[in-house]
């Protein structure tokens, strides 16, 4: 897998993150204070370095793909993203630790971003399963995972420890490769749209 990838639209641009996104990264997530979210776990100014090199660790190992989301018109990063759990064996991997801030929530962005990953995801790296996994709390998250196309497999419990101790019930979905060709089509209408 080239581990120095770029995805783009005319709009949007998902490219590698860097130590050197940390202070745009932290800019975004002030959008909305992000960190206070309960359900998620986004960088704040005390958490970036913890963030990025936890990020960075897993992309050496090669089981991660970290992405930072830009907006191309302003060159602003607007949020982050990343593959992970790759498992090249199995040609499966997981979409998440995505959020954007709170002015670029609601729009074209997110379905924007999952149409890049997805079509890289079945059509490069030749996956055969792509799975998400989201908060019971977070009814945002599941709803814009179902609007992809993704079916939900059902309910993990005790998936994570959130930084706050909470134990995290998380809800998984999925999305396989026979299914892809159709979610690709209504993704691109769905776009088309905006």
């Not at 090669?62 to 040609?91: H, M, Q, Y």
């Not at 962005?109 to 490069?124: D, R, S």
């Not at 060709?181 to 749209?193: A, E, F």
């Amino acid at each position: 897998m080239p581990l120095n990838i770029t995805l783009s639209s005319e709009r949007i641009r998902l490219r590698i993150l860097t130590i050197e996104d940390s202070k745009a990264l932290v800019a975004a997530a002030s959008d909305g204070e992000l960190w206070n979210l309960p359900f998620t776990v986004v960088p704040s100014a005390e958490t970036i370095d913890d963030y990025i090199q936890h990020a960075l660790e897993g992309y050496q190992a090669g089981t991660v793909l970290p992405f930072i989301v830009e907006d191309i018109a302003t060159r602003k990063i607007i949020g982050s993203t990343r593959f992970w759990k790759i498992d090249r064996k199995n040609l499966k991997l997981e979409i998440g630790s995505t959020w954007y801030s709170k002015s670029w929530q609601r729009t074209y962005v997110n379905t924007e971003a999952k149409y890049l990953l997805l079509q890289y995801a079945f059509e490069e790296l030749n996956c055969v399963r792509v799975q998400f996994t989201t908060d019971v709390l977070n009814e945002k998250s599941q709803n814009a995972i179902l609007r992809l196309g993704a079916q939900k497999e059902g309910v993990v419990r005790n998936e994570r420890i959130m930084p706050n101790g909470r134990k995290r019930n998380s809800v998984r979905f999925s999305i396989i490769d026979e299914e892809w060709p159709s979610i690709k089509d209504n993704l691109i209408k769905k776009l088309n749209y905006y």
